[in-house]
C-alpha cells in the first residue's frame, strides 16, 4: 500500500491555475492567507490536507458539472439536429450571486462557476461536435427579454435569453 503524499507545490500551483483563481482567491475559499498560497506554491511548505482536500473535491465538483451537462446535451441532440448552444456566465460575483445562490456552497467563486463553463464548451466541441458560447449575462438587457416574453426567472429563462445573443 503506498502512502499518499499529497500535492506538492507545482500540482498545487497548476491546480489553483486550472481553476481558474489568484493566490488571493484561494486564500479567501481556504480561510488561509495569500502568503501561505505563496508558500505552497513555492515549496517553502506544504499545503494543509484540508486545504488540498478542498481544492480537489471543487475539481472533482467541476468536472461531475462537464460529465453531467455533456450528458444532458448529448441527449438533448439525439432529438434535435441543432449544433450551437449558449451558456451563461456572469461577468462579477454579485451578479453570480443574485443569480445563483444554489452553486454558492459548492462553487463560491463566478471564476469556478465560469471554468466549470469553459471545460464544458471544450468537452462539448471535442467530444460531441457542439459549438457552445459563453454569453456574460447582461442583468438589464435579460429582465427586458423576461418582460417581453412573458418569463418568469430560471436558469431555463437565462439559457433562451442567452441563445438570442448568439449572432
Known amino acids: 500500500m503506498s ?15 486550472s481553476l481558474g483563481l489568484s ?13 501561505d498560497v505563496f508558500a505552497w506554491e513555492a515549496g517553502e511548505k506544504d499545503a494543509p490536507v484540508a486545504v488540498q482536500k478542498k481544492l480537489l473535491d471543487i475539481d472533482d465538483i ?25 451558456f451563461v456566465v456572469y461577468p462579477t460575483q454579485a451578479v453570480y450571486t443574485q443569480y445563483n445562490p444554489e452553486f454558492l456552497s459548492s462553487l463560491p467563486l463566478t471564476e469556478l462557476y465560469s471554468t466549470a463553463a469553459w471545460r464544458i464548451k471544450k468537452e462539448c466541441k471535442l467530444v460531441l461536435e457542439v ?14 427579454y423576461r418582460a417581453e416574453n412573458g418569463l418568469s426567472e430560471s436558469r ?6 442567452a441563445a438570442t445573443q448568439l449572432v
Open 3 to 17: 502512502k499518499n503524499t499529497g500535492l506538492n507545490a507545482i500540482e498545487m500551483q497548476y491546480l489553483r491555475l
Open 23 to 35: 493566490t488571493e482567491q484561494v486564500a479567501t475559499i481556504t480561510t488561509t492567507s495569500n502568503e
Open 62 to 86: 467541476i468536472e461531475m458539472q462537464v460529465l453531467n451537462t455533456t450528458d444532458g446535451i448529448e441527449e438533448l441532440f439525439k432529438k434535435e439536429p441543432k449544433r450551437r448552444l449558449a
Open 131 to 144: 459549438d457552445v458560447s459563453l454569453v456574460a449575462l447582461d442583468a438589464e438587457a435579460y429582465k427586458a
Open 156 to 161: 431555463e429563462s437565462r439559457a433562451k435569453w
